[in-house]
């Protein structure tokens, strides 16, 4: 399977802001924080006002990488968007959310959305029951996800689900410490959403 294995901390310099892909070593060791400038020579050159094109694209790029998704997988999601009646933007953001490997980060499980998604590969939970490794499989209203009783002892785990208490879930899902699972309540909308993005240029960049 086809996944990014250059460095994360190159991504969030060239975004200009933390997308917190590694984890507790963003918030203590952020290389944004020591170098803020985008990485490469051109850094250090005078920049031109970045045209609409520019800024259309950039927004889908750091959507894709909040996300940990490829292009490819990225376009069927849009796809999936446009079939949907209501805002294409708010839809797309909708389905991002809705994704195993969100969920699980979501619930503080996963320190960071690829952790999280590791662990969703390696069939640490169910699904209404059911054994799920598909990070990419969506959830829906009345879904119920679960941690595998046979995995609540490994350290990660242990760690991700002491984290629970500490992360605010949203209000969309129903975390049940007792059976260490959670109910999807709804599907988000864009006030449930925290992602710092504008959906409209990701939009309109696929609209070209």
């Not at 909040?66 to 069927?76: D, P, S």
């Not at 805002?87 to 994704?99: A, F, V």
């Not at 999807?184 to 504008?198: E, F, H, K």
Request: glycine fraction near 8%.
């Amino acid at each position: 399977m086809a996944r990014y294995t250059g460095p994360v901390c190159k991504l969030c310099r060239r975004e200009g802001m933390k997308l917190y892909l590694k984890a507790e070593r963003c918030i203590t060791k952020c290389t944004i924080e020591r170098r803020p400038t985008p990485p490469g020579q051109q850094a250090t050159t005078r920049r031109r006002r970045p045209t609409e094109f520019a800024l259309q694209w950039r927004e889908k790029q750091k959507l894709r990488r909040i996300y940990g998704v490829l292009e490819a997988q990225f376009r069927r999601h849009f796809a999936e968007a446009e079939r949907r009646p209501g805002s294409t933007g708010e839809n797309l953001l909708q389905i991002l959310e809705s994704r195993m490997d969100n969920v699980v980060y979501r619930l503080g499980l996963g320190g960071s959305r690829a952790q999280a998604r590791q662990l969703v590969r390696h069939g640490h939970f169910t699904l209404n029951g059911r054994k799920l490794n598909i990070p990419s499989a969506l959830v829906k209203p009345g879904d119920v996800v679960a941690l595998k009783e046979s995995s609540r002892e490994l350290e990660l785990i242990k760690a991700g689900l002491e984290n629970t208490g500490q992360r605010q879930i949203p209000i969309w899902l129903a975390w049940d410490a007792a059976a260490s699972s959670a109910r999807v309540n709804s599907l988000p909308v864009r006030g449930d959403i925290d992602t710092q993005v504008t959906e409209q240029l990701v939009v309109e960049f696929y609209a070209r």
